[in-house]
């Protein structure tokens, strides 16, 4: 079953969004899950009213008391679905404009259960277009929010000027240049196409977008770039070994690599200690490079390009 997690710092438009998730016809059954911080059940009641489950969870913040009742929730609706007492084929998260979505993917990978029934699609972060600047001066959250994001709505366009958006595109996008961004106003955009991102899935294209290498305050991203062969198993032990020590800065990292121990494409990606990799189709046409966006806080980059040049 495929999950959508939903972020975005606070009033940037995230009920919105699930609103018209829940409200357009896009062919799949959703349960959604709300995550409210501080208030008592008061979301669902700006959520339209349709016949889908909704789960709304109070006590506390998503990223960092409950974890295990999301895992409650996942499993108690799984359950409902097996008895017939609920039925979705998919299902939304919204988060709390504060969490940093890292937990809540990992709550995925952590349990067999959990693991076996639901697939992560994908983690699409709406952004503030008028206040977003505002948001990083608070605090590492909104950053956070942008460096896991696959898809990034950048959202109430309506109340800047277009030079303000295309500066603001091209500043979302130095931070996670992996990200599509998708210019909305009250985050009008095809809905299909948020439902099928499937990020953990080998993929024919993982893209890397042109981007400007930024540190912004703590949050760094950088482009790991080799185009020698790259030994597997010297990358894969030098991998475990970053994750072992960094895990908790690292929040997202995605790369495709180009190694001797086969022609096929090695795509692998990444949240905090978790990373999964797979072999894609064979190298083509393109040329043959190892890239890898790793975005992170407190990372010295000199540090992972001299270790990565090592796997060589
Ligand atoms: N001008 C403008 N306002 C918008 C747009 N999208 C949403 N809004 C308004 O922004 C406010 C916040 O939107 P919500 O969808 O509730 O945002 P949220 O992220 O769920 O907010 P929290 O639950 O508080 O974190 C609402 O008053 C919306 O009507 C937009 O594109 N342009």
Redesign the pocket.
Known sequence: MPVTILT?F???????LLNRILSEQHGQKLAVIVNEIGKIGI?HKLIVNVDEEIMEMTNGCLCCTVREDLLISLKQLLQAKRNNEAQFDGMVIET??LANPGPIIQTFFLDPVIQDAYEINGIIT?VDAFHIEKHFTKGLEAKEQLAFADKILL??T??IVQEKQNELQALLQSINPTAEIIP????ETNIKDLLRIQTFRTRDTLEIRPHYSEHLNDVTTFVLRETKLIDLHKFNEWMTAVVGELGEYLYRYKGILYVKQTDRRIVFQGVHTLFAASYDREWGEEKRVSEIVIIGKHLNREWFEEHFRNCT
Do not use: M
Request: glycine share 20%; charged share 20%; proline share 0%.
């Open positions: 975005g606070l009033g940037s438009g995230k009920t919105t979301d709390t404009g709406v959202n109430k309506d109340l909305t106003v009250t985050c």
